[in-house]
């Protein structure tokens, strides 16, 4: 099986290199190496242009990390889509163990890693998220129980052509993953290989400006595609007067106070309403009252 690592290039001239590193040296060698570079301005393109005569270079004009991967998912010649991020790191195993999983069990269309946190200068922090949750509401509602992180995921390439890519409206960064879950989700059996195979490097931290406005794209998409099922609709809902709830927060905070007053008692009115959540109605309620002091 022929792999196709995916790697959204922007400004990383301080990590590319391990991270490409990382790919090479892995135990699986049938793969091709695409870097989409999107409008990096720090010379990181030009770095990793001469490292090894698999990896295709391409450059596009910024577009954000969706648009990037989506050009190096549809340039790929392979069976399956391996997704790495500019600033994360692989086990060498990690590509062999997917194909081998994709292999023997043809109903899976996605296999997925744990994933190891590390900090900014690659050491490691202690912390293993699982794969797989399906405590973790979100994952048990959309994803199979699953917690994919990009960096983790092997995608078999005719999943991708039916689910469809990523979601570039969400522009520079956030959530056009959680965004794909669901809809690969509903298309192929998922698995998960129940090692840290995946190092994600803590490195960046969205504005939360950004942040915000991804979260409320993706609770529109989401009511779009799952909003006659009861049980997701109520949980969306209350994502929905929670993030009423933290943009209160974020605006007040940032001076606008009015307006900042206007989505906390939105955000309150949503909660004992529709969204039925005590709990995000006593958040929006304290905060609205300490506004006032």
Known sequence: MRVSVVIPLYNARDVIRETVRSVLGQTWQDFELLVVDDGSSDGSGDLIKTLDPRLRYFRQ????????????????????????????????????????????????GMVITDVAHIDRAGKPMGIVGAGYNPGETFARLFVQGYVPTPSAAMIRKKV??????????????????????????????????????????????????????????????????????????????REQALYCCDV??????????????????????????????????????????????
């Open 248 to 293: 209160g927060k974020h605006l007040i905070a940032s001076g606008r106070v009015s307006q900042g007053r206007t989505m906390l008692v939105k955000g309150l009115a949503l909660s004992l309403g529709r969204a039925r959540s005590v709990k995000t109605g006593w958040r929006c309620l304290s905060r609205l009252v300490r506004s006032y002091g």
């Open 61 to 108: 004009e910024n577009a954000g990390v969706a648009a990037a991967r989506n050009r190096g998912i549809a340039e790929a010649k392979g069976e399956a889509i391996a997704l790495l991020d500019h600033d994360d790191l692989w086990h060498p195993a990690k590509l062999e163990r997917q194909v081998a999983v994709l292999a023997e069990r043809p109903e899976v």
């Open 160 to 237: 991708l052509d039916v689910a469809g890519g990523f979601d570039e409206a969400f522009g520079s960064a956030g959530m056009d993953d959680h965004e794909l879950w669901p809809r690969i989700a509903a298309v192929c059996t998922i698995a998960n290989i129940a090692e840290p195979l995946t190092y994600h490097r803590n490195r960046e931290i969205k504005p939360a400006q950004i942040a915000l406005e991804h979260r409320a794209l993706l609770i529109e998409r989401l009511l779009k595609r799952f909003g006659d099922l009861p049980e997701q609709r109520q949980y969306l809902l």
